[in-house]
Structure formats: C-alpha cells, structure tokens
T-cell receptor
Framework: DADVTQTPRNRITKTGKRIMLECSQTKGHDRMYWYRQDPGLGLRLIYYSFDVKDINKGEISDGYSVSRQAQAKFSLSLESAIPNQTALYFC??????????????FGAGSRLTVL | SQQGEEDPQALSIQEGENATMNCSYKTSINNLQWYRQNSGRGLVHLIL?????REKHSGRLRVTLDTSKKSSSLLITASRAADTASYFCATGQGGSEKLVFGKGTKLTVNP
C-alpha cells in the first residue's frame, strides 16, 4: 500500500456541489499538506497542519476548508465547487526527521473536474 | 506566490546526454530541494541542499547552490528515457515550515 493515499483519484462534479478529497498516511508523520497543481503554475499550498489541533491557511485557501480528523487523516473540502477549482490536488506529509528540513512525501493526486 | 523559477520551461535531449535545469529564487532560504514528477503523478523527492552547502551528489544527480546569486542547478548525467519527467525546485524559507515550489522544467529524453 502507498504511504500516502488519496481518494478519490478522479472526480467529475458540477458547479455548486460539495466535494471532499480525503488523504490518509501510514508514515506516522505529524505534518500534512494540501497542494493544488494547475498547468504552468506549479504547486500552490492550500492548507497545512502540523498536528490534529493545528490548521493553517496556505496561499490559496479561499473556497476550501480542511479537517484533520486524526494524525493520519487530512481531508480537503470544497463547500460549493466552481469551475476554476478544476485542478490536480495533492496531499503530502512530512516530518523534520534527521535532516531538520521539510522533505515531503506526496500522494498520487486527485484529479477534480468541475463542470 | 512562487519563490523558485525554473529555467528552461522545457528541455528535450537525446539519451546519454546531460540535462541541466536551473532554479532562481527571491528570498533567503534554509534549504533547496528538487522533486521529480512523472506525468500526472505525485512528486518524488530527489535531493536536498542546505544553504551552507555548495554542491551535492546523488547517483547521476548533481546539485549546486549559489546563495549570492540566489540560484541552483540540477544536472542529470547520462540521461535515460526513464528520466523523462517534470522537475521542480522547492525552497524552505527562514522559520517557515512551508515549502514553496517553482513552476517546473519539463524534461524529455528521446531514445
């Protein structure tokens, strides 16, 4: 099984619908992240969490919310999806480990299309 | 906002040739990392270089960092078709726990 599992892998929905993307990890990492990838724009951080009680906004949090249900689970919600939220979404985890740096382990991605 | 900017945006080479990608950034950093992404998949960490290091090697990868110029380069030697992917630099800044990614270089290695 993958270290970081994202579900669903692909989702097509309509404008105005509520969508939840889920992420679970088996690495035992404290830190979890949600990124969004758009062609030509690289990855942009939506939300991140350092533990269950710590949630932080990233650079593009508007229109999104998150829930850290447990150390291993971090879900991203779009309360009312709109077409410009069509993108590839990645969950990632990290711990500082011995390197003292934030090295990320990514999930395989969730491709969301909003019609 | 993007911190790192990779150059070139796209690179096409023949198998066996070397591939060099560059990353420039704007603010002071603690470390710089390179990641690879195969088409439509998750990113995979390749190598990390700290701000007090100038060069690092890992297998066929060589990374340099010039903090005075705020730039880094990734060299892949003796490239293979399997190296075809997008490569991203990411910077860790100051006390921030966030990594900021560039827009990536798309490398194509032709057999």
């Amino acid at each position: 099984d993958a270290d970081v599992t994202q579900t669903p892998r692909n989702r097509i929905t309509k404008t105005g619908k509520r969508i939840m993307l889920e992420c679970s990890q088996t690495k035992g990492h404290d830190r979890m992240y949600w990124y969004r990838q758009d062609p030509g724009l690289g990855l942009r951080l939506i939300y991140y969490s350092f533990d269950v009680k710590d949630i932080n906004k990233g650079e593009i949090s508007d229109g999104y919310s998150v829930s850290r249900q447990a150390q291993a689970k971090f879900s991203l919600s779009l309360e009312s999806a709109i077409p410009n939220q069509t993108a590839l979404y990645f969950c990632a985890t990290s711990d500082r480990g011995r390197s003292g740096a934030n090295v990320l382990t990514f999930g395989a991605g969730s491709r969301l299309t909003v019609l | 906002s993007q911190q790192g900017e990779e150059d070139p945006q796209a690179l096409s080479i023949q198998e066996g040739e070397n591939a060099t990608m560059n990353c420039s950034y704007k603010t002071s950093i603690n470390n710089l990392q390179w990641y690879r992404q195969n088409s439509g998949r998750g990113l995979v960490h390749l190598i990390l270089i700290r701000s007090n290091e100038r060069e690092k090697h890992s297998g066929r990868l060589r990374v340099t960092l010039d903090t005075s110029k705020k730039s880094s380069s990734l060299l892949i030697t003796a490239s293979r078709a399997a190296d075809t992917a997008s490569y991203f630099c990411a910077t860790g800044q100051g006390g921030s726990e966030k990594l900021v990614f560039g827009k990536g270089t798309k490398l194509t290695v032709n057999p």
